[in-house]
């Protein structure tokens, strides 16, 4: 499983930074500069989970650097931690939860593919047809090239 998480969290900081390079192209660049940094802001705020505040990389604005150093720490930490141990949180809501650090990772690596997806949406709404294909199959056959 760690591989796997590891792997995931690689193919989730090329997707970031495809959509990062595509969103700058847009008409209203603003939107999508937003959805890329919900994501950097759930990286971190679930990396806080699992670590602490010291611990944990500031989220800058600078959505590239904010998302390579994000990506290292993910990565330290899933090479050293306990995949199964839990984290214990409390969420935006006040409610509490105790949750395995592996479930949380895959977690994290879901919610960028998803809000990516939302991305996709919302660039197609405006007419725009060229824009990233970031399926993780892509990026698997891309790996295999290199």
């Known amino acids: 499983m760690r591989d796997?998480?590891?792997?995931?969290f690689d193919y989730d900081l090329w997707a970031n930074n495809q959509w990062l390079s595509?969103?700058?192209?847009?008409?209203?660049?603003?939107?999508?500069?937003e959805v890329l940094g919900h994501i950097a802001s759930a990286h971190r705020t679930w990396l806080t989970r699992c670590m602490s505040v010291e611990e944990t990389v500031?989220?800058?604005g600078d959505l590239r650097n904010d998302?390579?150093?994000?990506?290292?720490?993910?990565?330290?930490?899933?090479?050293i931690c306990d995949l199964n141990a839990y984290a214990s949180y409390t969420t935006l809501t006040g409610d509490n939860f105790f949750t395995m650090i592996?479930?949380?990772g895959q977690h994290v690596v879901n919610?960028?593919?998803?809000?990516?997806?939302?991305?996709r949406g919302l660039v197609e709404a405006w007419g725009?047809?060229?824009?990233?294909?970031?399926?993780?199959?892509?990026?698997?056959?891309?790996?295999?090239?290199?």
């Open 4 to 8: 796997t998480l590891i792997d995931l």
């Open 22 to 33: 595509a969103v700058e192209t847009w008409p209203e660049p603003a939107r999508g500069r």
């Open 58 to 60: 500031p989220v800058t």
């Open 67 to 79: 998302f390579q150093a994000l990506h290292t720490q993910w990565i330290d930490l899933l090479r």
């Open 102 to 104: 592996g479930e949380i």
């Open 111 to 119: 919610h960028g593919s998803y809000h990516r997806g939302q991305l």
């Open 128 to 146: 725009i047809t060229e824009f990233p294909e970031t399926d993780l199959i892509r990026w698997h056959r891309g790996q295999r090239e290199n």
